[in-house]
C-alpha cells in the first residue's frame, strides 16, 4: 500500500551518513513530506511516541516536496506487526556558534598560540625590562616556558617548545635563567635563553640533555640527578648564577663570566628555596620552615650571612625586590594572606597589603584579597601536577608598581607604587569539575570557584566575574579533583547546596556566607544526581544481564541546622536482564540522569565496547511507568571502525578511542551528549556534540577534534608545533552543561571545561530553536 502526501513524487536516496539500513522488499512504504525551507533533516518511524526505526539522520535537503520509503522494519531489521504507524519528521535551521573559552581567561585573543592557557597553573614570573617571563610548571605537550609584554600583556609567546617541567627564573642583563626538571629520569638542571629572541644561549660548561620524551636542550647548566635534586629557588647578581635545591641543603653558585663554571657548592643553609637579590649586592633567601634572611654576596659568588632575618613571618612563600624604593616584598601565607613590606637595610616592617588572613574570612573574592596558601598538604615536590597552594610570586617594575599571583584564583594581579589595582592576567588551568547551579544558571563553578554569569551581555568575555572561592577551609579528605563542586542547586528554603566527595562517597555540603558547611548526610558512592526539584536519583551501574535500579529520593524539607530532609528511596524505574546493546551507565563514566515530561528517563552510555557491552545504542529514554524504552538511538559504530567523527549522531566506539563520551543533558525538549574522545584516533582528544529532540531524532552534530585543525598549522606529539589551539577545541571536557538563557528560550548555551587547549570555560551558542518544526505522516502496514 503507498500513501501520498502530497502530488510530487521524489525518491529518497539513503546517504552514507544513514547508520540505519534499508531493504528493498515488497512491504517498502512511501510517504511525502513538504519543507517550506531548505533545512537540516531526520526521520523516524514510530508507534505511538516509541521510536521504532531511525530512516535518517542529521541529513539536508532543499526546499519542496520529499518522498520517504520504509521498508516495513525496525532498527534490529526485524519486520514490524501490521497496523498504523506515524513518521515523523525533525527539520531545524538551529545555529551553533563557539562562543570562545572567555571564562576565567583574560587573553586577548580567542584562540592561537598567543593565548594565556596551560595544562598547570601559574607557577612563577619575573618582571625584566619591558616584558614579563611566567613559567606554569607541567604542561605535558606543550612548553611552560612564556613571555609577555608590559606594554600588551594579555597576549603571551611560548619560550621555546616542548621541554622539562618550567617553574623558576631569574633575569640578568640580557639573558633569563629556566629551572628545569625531567621527572622520568630524576634529573633537574638550569637552561638559558637570550630575551632578544627567546632562543637558547649557550655557554661554555653548558652541555646538551634530551629531556624524556621531549626536546634536546643545546645548552644545560648545573644538570644533577637524584630524586631530590629539583630546583627550588633561582637568583642572578652581577655574573652569578645562585640554584638553590631544598631537599639537598644546597646552593650552587655558578660564574657565568667563566661560561657557568660551578664556583661553589654551600651547604650551611638548611633547606634552601625562593631566593631574591637587591641592587646592593645582597642575596635573600627562604630557608627552614619560615626564615627569610639576608646574604652578602662576596666578590668571588660566595655568601656572608648578616645579622639582618626576617622572623616574624607566618608562611613565607616568596620573595620580590623593590629598587624604587629599597624594599623586600614577602608573600606570607598562613595566618597573614598578605604581601608584607620591609625596608632592605634595617628590617624595619611596613604597611603590608591584603586583607588579613584572606579566605579565612569568607569566600568572597575582591581586587585586595590574596589566597597565597591554605591548610591542604603542602609537600613541595616535582610531581608532573603542580599543587596550586604551595608557592606564590611577586615581582616589581622599575616604577614600584607590582605584579602579585593570587595563587588560589591563578591570577596575576598588577597594583600602582600606591598599591591601587591596574589589572589582573587569569586563566584556568587543568581544574576538571565543572557544574551549574541545577535552578540558577548565573551560578558556574569550577572546581571551588564561583563565577557569576550576566546574560544581558552579549559577550561572554564582558559576562563573567569570579565571586567566590570555597576551598579555602577544606581539608585534604575532601580534596578530591573530580568531586569537588557537583550538582549544585538552590532549594526552596534559597540555600544552595551540593554533593562533596568524602573518600568513596559524597556528603551533603551548603555554601553560606562564611564558607563551606559539611551536614552529616553521607551518600553511599558516587552515583547520585540531584534533581533540580531537590530530589536526589541513585542508579546502580549496569552489567549484562544483571538489574539497573533507579531509586528516587524526595526533598522533604529542612531541620534546625538547615539540612535538606530526604524521604526513603522509592522506584523510580528499573531494567532486568540487561541486553548488551541497552544505553545504560556503566563503570568509569559520569553519571546521566534527566526527566523529561514527568516520566521520561533519559539515560545515557559514555562508555567504549568493553565488558561485552557498548556495541549498541548509547542514548535512550525510558518510559518510567512501564520501564519500556521510548527510544534507542546514537548507536555504535563498532570497534574497528577508523572513519572521520560520524555526522549522523552515531556514538564512536572505534578510532583507538579509550574514554569516550561525557555526559547527556536535557534542556527543554533538547537532549545533548558530549564525546572527548581520549586518545581517538591513537591522538589527542575530540569536543564533539550530538543535539537531539525529545522524540530520539538527531538536530545537528556539532563541535570539532583535534583532526579539524582549522589553522592549518602542523599537529605532532614530538617537537614543533604541538597541541597548537584552534578554534572550538578543547581537551577533557568531561562535565558540559547546557542552559537556556533567561532572557531568551530560543537561545541556549553549552558551557565546558578544558584540560589545558584554550585556558577557560567554554561557551558554545545554540540559537534558532524555535525553527525546530516535527511534521508526523501516517503509514500502514498491511
Given at each position: 500500500?503507498?500513501?501520498?502526501?502530497?502530488?510530487?513524487?521524489?525518491?529518497?536516496?539513503?546517504?552514507?551518513?544513514?547508520?540505519?539500513?534499508?531493504?528493498?522488499?515488497?512491504?517498502?512504504?512511501?510517504?511525502?513530506?513538504?519543507?517550506?525551507?531548505?533545512?537540516?533533516?531526520?526521520?523516524?518511524?514510530?508507534?505511538?511516541?516509541?521510536?521504532?526505526?531511525?530512516?535518517?539522520?542529521?541529513?539536508?535537503?532543499?526546499?519542496?516536496?520529499?518522498?520517504?520509503?520504509?521498508?516495513?522494519?525496525?532498527?534490529?531489521?526485524?519486520?514490524?506487526?501490521?497496523?498504523?504507524?506515524?513518521?515523523?519528521?525533525?527539520?531545524?535551521?538551529?545555529?551553533?556558534?563557539?562562543?570562545?573559552?572567555?571564562?576565567?581567561?583574560?587573553?586577548?585573543?580567542?584562540?592561537?598560540?598567543?593565548?594565556?592557557?596551560?595544562?598547570?597553573?601559574?607557577?612563577?614570573?619575573?618582571?625584566?625590562?619591558?616584558?614579563?617571563?611566567?613559567?606554569?610548571?607541567?604542561?605535558?605537550?606543550?612548553?611552560?616556558?612564556?613571555?609577555?609584554?608590559?606594554?600588551?600583556?594579555?597576549?603571551?609567546?611560548?619560550?621555546?617548545?616542548?621541554?622539562?617541567?618550567?617553574?623558576?627564573?631569574?633575569?640578568?642583563?640580557?639573558?633569563?635563567?629556566?629551572?628545569?626538571?625531567?621527572?622520568?629520569?630524576?634529573?633537574?638542571?638550569?637552561?638559558?635563553?637570550?630575551?632578544?629572541?627567546?632562543?637558547?644561549?649557550?655557554?661554555?660548561?653548558?652541555?646538551?640533555?634530551?629531556?624524556?620524551?621531549?626536546?634536546?636542550?643545546?645548552?644545560?647548566?648545573?644538570?644533577?640527578?637524584?630524586?631530590?635534586?629539583?630546583?627550588?629557588?633561582?637568583?642572578?647578581?652581577?655574573?652569578?648564577?645562585?640554584?638553590?635545591?631544598?631537599?639537598?641543603?644546597?646552593?650552587?653558585?655558578?660564574?657565568?663570566?667563566?661560561?657557568?663554571?660551578?664556583?661553589?657548592?654551600i651547604e650551611s643553609v638548611n633547606a634552601p628555596r625562593e631566593l631574591t637579590t637587591d641592587d646592593k649586592g645582597n642575596l635573600w633567601l627562604i630557608s627552614d620552615e619560615s626564615?627569610?634572611?639576608?646574604?652578602?654576596?662576596?666578590?668571588?659568588?660566595?655568601?656572608?650571612?648578616?645579622?639582618?632575618?626576617?622572623?616574624?613571618?607566618?608562611?613565607?612563600?616568596?620573595?620580590?625586590?623593590?629598587?624604587?624604593?629599597?624594599?623586600?616584598?614577602?608573600?606570607?601565607?598562613?595566618?597573614?594572606?598578605?604581601?608584607?613590606?620591609?625596608?632592605?637595610?634595617?628590617?624595619?616592617?611596613?604597611?603590608?597589603?591584603?586583607?588579613?588572613?584572606?579566605?579565612?574570612?569568607?569566600?568572597?573574592?575582591?581586587?585586595?584579597?590574596?589566597?597565597?596558601?591554605?591548610?591542604?598538604?603542602?609537600?613541595?615536590?616535582?610531581?608532573?601536577?603542580?599543587?596550586?597552594?604551595?608557592?606564590?610570586?611577586?615581582?616589581?617594575?622599575?616604577?614600584?608598581?607590582?605584579?602579585?599571583?593570587?595563587?588560589?584564583?591563578?591570577?596575576?594581579?598588577?597594583?600602582?607604587?600606591?598599591?591601587?589595582?591596574?589589572?589582573?592576567?587569569?586563566?584556568?588551568?587543568?581544574?576538571?569539575?565543572?557544574?551549574?547551579?541545577?535552578?540558577?544558571?548565573?551560578?558556574?563553578?569550577?572546581?571551588?570557584?564561583?563565577?557569576?554569569?550576566?546574560?544581558?551581555?552579549?559577550?561572554?568575555?564582558?559576562?563573567?566575574?569570579?565571586?567566590?572561592?570555597?576551598?579555602?577551609?577544606?581539608?585534604?579528605?575532601?580534596?578530591?579533583?573530580?568531586?569537588?563542586?557537583?550538582?549544585?542547586?538552590?532549594?526552596?528554603?534559597?540555600?544552595?547546596?551540593?554533593?562533596?566527595?568524602?573518600?568513596?562517597?559524597?556528603?551533603?555540603?551548603?555554601?553560606?556566607?562564611?564558607?563551606?558547611?559539611?551536614?552529616?548526610?553521607?551518600?553511599?558512592?558516587?552515583?547520585?544526581?540531584?534533581?533540580?526539584?531537590?530530589?536526589?536519583?541513585?542508579?546502580?551501574?549496569?552489567?549484562?544481564?544483571?538489574?539497573?535500579?533507579?531509586?528516587?529520593?524526595?526533598?522533604?524539607?529542612?531541620?534546625?541546622?538547615?539540612?535538606?530532609?530526604?524521604?526513603?528511596?522509592?522506584?523510580?524505574?528499573?531494567?532486568?536482564?540487561?541486553?548488551?546493546?541497552?544505553?545504560?551507565?556503566?563503570?568509569?563514566?559520569?553519571?546521566?540522569?534527566?526527566?523529561?515530561?514527568?516520566?521520561?528517563?533519559?539515560?545515557?552510555?559514555?562508555?567504549?565496547?568493553?565488558?561485552?557491552?557498548?556495541?549498541?545504542?548509547?542514548?535512550?529514554?525510558?518510559?518510567?511507568?512501564?520501564?519500556?524504552?521510548?527510544?534507542?538511538?546514537?548507536?555504535?559504530?563498532?570497534?574497528?571502525?577508523?572513519?572521520?567523527?560520524?555526522?549522523?549522531?552515531?556514538?564512536?566506539?572505534?578510532?583507538?578511542?579509550?574514554?569516550?563520551?561525557?555526559?547527556?543533558?536535557?534542556?527543554?525538549?533538547?537532549?545533548?551528549?558530549?564525546?572527548?574522545?581520549?586518545?581517538?584516533?591513537?591522538?589527542?582528544?575530540?569536543?564533539?556534540?550530538?543535539?537531539?529532540?525529545?522524540?530520539?531524532?538527531?538536530?545537528?552534530?556539532?563541535?570539532?577534534?583535534?583532526?579539524?585543525?582549522?589553522?592549518?598549522?602542523?599537529?605532532?606529539?614530538?617537537?614543533?608545533?604541538?597541541?597548537?589551539?584552534?578554534?572550538?577545541?578543547?581537551?577533557?571536557?568531561i562535565n558540559p552543561y547546557t542552559v537556556f538563557n533567561p532572557l531568551n528560550s530560543d537561545i541556549a548555551y553549552l558551557y565546558h571545561p578544558d584540560e589545558s587547549w584554550h585556558?577557560?570555560?567554554?561557551?558554545?551558542?545554540?540559537?534558532?530553536?524555535?525553527?525546530?518544526?516535527?511534521?508526523?505522516?501516517?503509514?500502514?502496514?498491511e
Amino acid at each position: 500500500m503507498k500513501l501520498f502526501y502530497y502530488f510530487l513524487f521524489l525518491t529518497l536516496s539513503l546517504s552514507a551518513q544513514n547508520y540505519h539500513y534499508a531493504v528493498d522488499n515488497k512491504a517498502t512504504q512511501e510517504v511525502e513530506f513538504y519543507l517550506e525551507e531548505k533545512a537540516r533533516t531526520s526521520a523516524g518511524v514510530y508507534n505511538g511516541d516509541v521510536l521504532l526505526r531511525t530512516l535518517w539522520s542529521n541529513v539536508e535537503k532543499d526546499k519542496g516536496i520529499h518522498t520517504i520509503e520504509w521498508d516495513g522494519l525496525d532498527d534490529e531489521g526485524i519486520p514490524v506487526s501490521s497496523g498504523n504507524y506515524t513518521i515523523k519528521v525533525l527539520s531545524n535551521n538551529v545555529k551553533y556558534e563557539w562562543e570562545g573559552a572567555k571564562i576565567g581567561n583574560t587573553s586577548k585573543n580567542l584562540t592561537g598560540v598567543n593565548r594565556y592557557h596551560g595544562l598547570s597553573g601559574f607557577f612563577k614570573f619575573i618582571v625584566h625590562g619591558e616584558k614579563i617571563y611566567w613559567s606554569n610548571g607541567y604542561n605535558e605537550q606543550r612548553t611552560a616556558a612564556y613571555t609577555s609584554e608590559l606594554s600588551d600583556p594579555q597576549v603571551t609567546t611560548a619560550v621555546l617548545e616542548k621541554g622539562a617541567i618550567v617553574k623558576y627564573i631569574a633575569t640578568g642583563e640580557d639573558k633569563v635563567f629556566w629551572s628545569g626538571h625531567d621527572v622520568k629520569a630524576n634529573k633537574s638542571f638550569v637552561f638559558v635563553t637570550d630575551q632578544s629572541n627567546n632562543e637558547e644561549y649557550i655557554f661554555d660548561k653548558a652541555i646538551p640533555y634530551e629531556v624524556t620524551y621531549s626536546r634536546t636542550y643545546e645548552s644545560t647548566l648545573d644538570l644533577i640527578e637524584g630524586t631530590n635534586s629539583y630546583i627550588t629557588g633561582l637568583a642572578y647578581y652581577n655574573g652569578y648564577l645562585f640554584i638553590a635545591r631544598q631537599l639537598l641543603n644546597s646552593i650552587q653558585v655558578l660564574n657565568l663570566s667563566e661560561g657557568g663554571e660551578l664556583v661553589h657548592s654551600i651547604e650551611s643553609v638548611n633547606a634552601p628555596r625562593e631566593l631574591t637579590t637587591d641592587d646592593k649586592g645582597n642575596l635573600w633567601l627562604i630557608s627552614d620552615e619560615s626564615t627569610v634572611a639576608k646574604y652578602v654576596i662576596q666578590e668571588n659568588g660566595q655568601l656572608e650571612k648578616t645579622n639582618l632575618s626576617l622572623s616574624s613571618l607566618d608562611e613565607p612563600l616568596t620573595l620580590g625586590f623593590n629598587k624604587k624604593d629599597n624594599i623586600l616584598g614577602v608573600c606570607d601565607g598562613g595566618a597573614y594572606q598578605q604581601i608584607r613590606f620591609f625596608n632592605a637595610d634595617n628590617g624595619a616592617e611596613d604597611t603590608p597589603f591584603g586583607e588579613l588572613g584572606g579566605y579565612a574570612n569568607g569566600p568572597k573574592v575582591s581586587n585586595n584579597k590574596f589566597y597565597f596558601s591554605d591548610s591542604k598538604s603542602k609537600d613541595f615536590n616535582a610531581d608532573i601536577y603542580t599543587p596550586q597552594y604551595n608557592h606564590a610570586s611577586l615581582a616589581f617594575e622599575n616604577d614600584g608598581s607590582f605584579w602579585v599571583l593570587d595563587t588560589g584564583n591563578n591570577r596575576m594581579m598588577k597594583y600602582d607604587s600606591n598599591r591601587n589595582f591596574q589589572e589582573k592576567i587569569q586563566y584556568t588551568p587543568d581544574w576538571l569539575m565543572m557544574s551549574i547551579d541545577k535552578n540558577n544558571s548565573s551560578k558556574l563553578f569550577v572546581d571551588f570557584l564561583e563565577y557569576e554569569i550576566d546574560y544581558s551581555q552579549e559577550d561572554v568575555g564582558e559576562s563573567w566575574s569570579l565571586k567566590n572561592n570555597w576551598g579555602f577551609s577544606i581539608q585534604d579528605e575532601y580534596n578530591n579533583s573530580f568531586g569537588r563542586i557537583r550538582e549544585p542547586v538552590t532549594l526552596s528554603n534559597g540555600k544552595t547546596y551540593f554533593l562533596l566527595t568524602e573518600g568513596n562517597n559524597f556528603v551533603v555540603a551548603e555554601l553560606t556566607e562564611s564558607g563551606i558547611r559539611i551536614t552529616d548526610k553521607v551518600l553511599d558512592g558516587f552515583n547520585w544526581v540531584w534533581l533540580e526539584d531537590g530530589a536526589l536519583v541513585y542508579v546502580n551501574p549496569a552489567e549484562l544481564h544483571g538489574n539497573v535500579i533507579w531509586e528516587k529520593y524526595e526533598l522533604n524539607g529542612f531541620d534546625n541546622n538547615n539540612d535538606p530532609i530526604f524521604l526513603g528511596g522509592s522506584l523510580l524505574a528499573k531494567r532486568t536482564n540487561i541486553l548488551a546493546n541497552e544505553p545504560l551507565f556503566r563503570y568509569g563514566s559520569s553519571l546521566s540522569v534527566a526527566i523529561l515530561d514527568d516520566y521520561k528517563l533519559l539515560t545515557f552510555d559514555a562508555r567504549p565496547e568493553e565488558n561485552n557491552m557498548g556495541a549498541g545504542y548509547h542514548l535512550g529514554l525510558l518510559n518510567t511507568n512501564d520501564n519500556t524504552w521510548i527510544f534507542k538511538t546514537s548507536k555504535a559504530t563498532g570497534k574497528d571502525y577508523t572513519g572521520d567523527y560520524p555526522l549522523d549522531g552515531r556514538f564512536d566506539t572505534g578510532n583507538d578511542v579509550h574514554n569516550a563520551g561525557s555526559k547527556a543533558m536535557a534542556f527543554g525538549n533538547n537532549i545533548v551528549w558530549g564525546y572527548y574522545g581520549e586518545f581517538w584516533k591513537g591522538g589527542f582528544q575530540t569536543n564533539q556534540y550530538a543535539h537531539y529532540w525529545e522524540n530520539g531524532l538527531l538536530l545537528n552534530v556539532f563541535g570539532t577534534n583535534w583532526t579539524k585543525n582549522v589553522n592549518g598549522l602542523s599537529v605532532s606529539r614530538l617537537g614543533g608545533e604541538v597541541f597548537i589551539p584552534f578554534e572550538g577545541m578543547a581537551g577533557n571536557a568531561i562535565n558540559p552543561y547546557t542552559v537556556f538563557n533567561p532572557l531568551n528560550s530560543d537561545i541556549a548555551y553549552l558551557y565546558h571545561p578544558d584540560e589545558s587547549w584554550h585556558g577557560g570555560i567554554h561557551r558554545w551558542r545554540i540559537s534558532d530553536l524555535d525553527s525546530v518544526k516535527v511534521d508526523i505522516l501516517s503509514i500502514t502496514v498491511e
